[in-house]
């Protein structure tokens, strides 16, 4: 299940380090090995919240619980208790109700992002094609966001 | 892009665990702040034995007679569930101590306002107030009610009581088991437990403007229940 026709599409290095990753066999575990790129995390990020939206937002809110569950399940994690509140926090905290994910800690965040991002957005949970748009997406919104009038940091300094 | 479908269809094992630290190292620092269990303060006894211990060769303490006007201190058990031995119970009648409490939380009069009572809970009494919170949860929602409307509900009772720092999520999820719905409500932890029972039965009873009659019935009703519970 190679995504290798679609890396030269990727605009960033970070962008083909997330689909090499995806293309590989084990997604999530492939996609926890970049957490020692700054860029690539950052762009993980804005991929989960791309993949998150095109997938619930307009639906039934209960079926992000649901997901949640068939994806632990299958993972063979815990699928009855914090961790799935803490996935679910996740998800609608990214389609809209942020205060719920405040309390999960990064590491764990991190990890429940390669687990989700790994389901959601590779084939055949979304055709080739569309895995590159998505990524496209995301870069766009990484660049968006990073630009110097978009951060807080440089706004309070002026 | 449609919700992922290839569990069904991939036939690929499942991925092993991700590479990362225990979850137990990941809780540390990170997780939200919960109230835990505060230990018990020293008793009296011990914190003044020294001071109060006589000194060798002193005269011996002179057991003083009891003092008829001083009220008999407080029973040393937890503060209960269970009907006093002896005591009949009236129809719609709150015949327990912790159902008292809860009615007193319900009129924002309890003693704590951190959602559980200074002093032990015994199981019984955790038992009314869960029964309590479940009855007040499915008079005030249907079990198809929208999820945005519960979401909304449990927000404001959440900020309502924000002194007690309840997880949102947490509480939205026992409010939904409450109405029958499987969701993820294992371990949560059992401070957060008794917070949501009667913080969030505090803040229905308000929604649904329970006059002091009809609270008094929902939480005798639910004492009913737990005491009915026991016998079984």
């Known amino acids: 299940m190679g995504q290798t026709g679609t890396l030269d599409k990727a605009a960033t290095a970070a962008g083909r380090l997330i689909l090499e990753a995806l ?83 990064e590491l764990r965040r991190f990890e429940l992002i390669c687990h989700m991002v790994g389901d959601l957005v590779r084939p055949p949970g979304a055709p080739s094609g569309e895995l590159t748009a998505l990524v496209d997406q995301a870069e766009q919104r990484v660049a968006r966001f990073d630009r110097p009038r978009n951060r807080v940091v440089g706004r309070r300094s002026m | 892009m449609k919700k992922n479908r290839r569990r069904s269809s991939r036939g690929t094992e499942p991925e092993p665990a991700l590479p990362l630290p225990e979850p137990e190292a990941a809780r540390v620092g990170g997780r939200r ?65 912790a159902g008292r409490y809860l009615r007193q939380a319900a009129r924002d009069d309890a003693p704590s306002r951190f959602g559980s009572p200074d002093g032990e809970v015994d199981e019984s009494a955790r038992r009314v107030w869960e029964i309590a919170f479940g009855l007040a949860v499915r008079r005030r929602f249907e079990p198809d009610t929208a999820l945005a409307e519960i979401s909304r509900t449990v927000a404001t009772a959440v900020h309502e009581h924000a002194a007690a720092g309840l997880p949102i999520l947490d509480a939205e999820m026992l409010v939904r088991a409450a109405l029958g719905e499987v969701v993820p409500v294992g371990d949560i932890d059992g401070s957060v437990l008794l917070g949501v029972h009667l913080l ?6 308000d929604e649904l403007a329970l006059g002091d009659a009809e609270l008094d019935q929902l939480i005798a009703e639910a004492e009913e229940k737990a005491e009915a519970l026991v016998g079984v």
């Not at chain 1, 991929?47 to 649901?66: C, H, N, Q, Y």
């Not at chain 2, 009220?71 to 040393?76: D, G, H, K, L, V």
């Not at chain 2, 969030?200 to 009873?205: E, G, I």
Request: glycine share 8%; hydrophobic share 40%.
């Open chain 1, 23 to 105: 293309g590989e066999e084990r997604p999530a575990r492939s996609l926890s090995r970049l957490s020692d790129s700054p860029r690539a995390v950052r762009l993980l990020r804005e991929l989960f919240t791309v993949a998150v939206r095109r997938s619930f937002v307009g639906r039934e809110p209960r079926d992000i619980t649901r997901y949640v569950r068939d994806l632990l399940e299958y993972q063979a994690l815990p699928a009855g208790g914090e961790l799935a509140r803490e996935a679910e926090a996740m998800i609608r905290a990214a389609i809209g109700e942020p205060e719920l994910a405040h309390g999960v800690p």
């Open chain 2, 200 to 205: 969030l039965f505090a803040s229905l009873a």
């Open chain 2, 33 to 97: 702040p919960r109230r835990e269990p505060e230990a018990p303060p020293p008793e009296p006894e011990a914190v003044n034995a020294g001071a109060r211990r006589p000194r060798r060769g002193a005269e011996p303490v002179v057991e003083l007679p009891p003092d008829p006007l001083r009220p008999e201190p407080a029973a040393m058990g937890a503060l209960s569930g269970q009907l006093p031995p002896g005591t009949p119970r009236g129809a719609g009648l709150i015949a327990t101590d």
